[in-house]
């Protein structure tokens, strides 16, 4: 079992910046890759950005250029820096980790509010 433990979240007008982190524990040798994806009210959830435990990482085309996903191994943690923000990154941040064999575990998730 992987347990995530999300934090950073809030409110923040356009234009500002937020840094979410995301704390593993349990099995975390069995992580391949960790992630941040995102609901907003009335729509599906929607994979913001990736990192495998290379640091190879993979971004959503509508934050690329404004956010940057990192981790540091050490800590078990990723963090997801998210700058010039806009109302349209309002959301439910959730952070996940996907293990060798493909199991998924979730977060609690995070609130973001951008206001205009």
């Known amino acids: 079992q992987v347990q995530l433990v999300e934090s950073g979240g809030g409110l923040v007008q356009a234009g500002g910046s937020l840094r979410l982190s995301c704390a593993a524990s349990?099995?975390?040798?069995?992580?391949?890759?960790m992630g941040w994806y995102r609901q907003a009210p009335g729509k599906s959830r929607e994979l913001v950005a990736a990192?495998?435990?290379?640091?190879?990482?993979n971004y959503a085309d509508s934050v690329k250029g404004r956010f940057t996903i990192s981790r540091d191994n050490a800590k078990n943690t990723v963090y997801l820096q998210m700058n010039s923000l806009k109302p349209e990154d309002t959301a439910v941040y959730y952070c996940?980790?996907?293990?060798?064999?493909?199991?998924?575990?979730w977060g609690q998730g995070t609130q973001v509010t951008v206001s205009s």
């Open positions: 996940n980790a996907e293990t060798r064999i493909g199991r998924l575990f």
């Open positions: 990192i495998t435990r290379a640091g190879s990482t």
């Open positions: 349990g099995s975390i040798f069995s992580i391949n890759a």
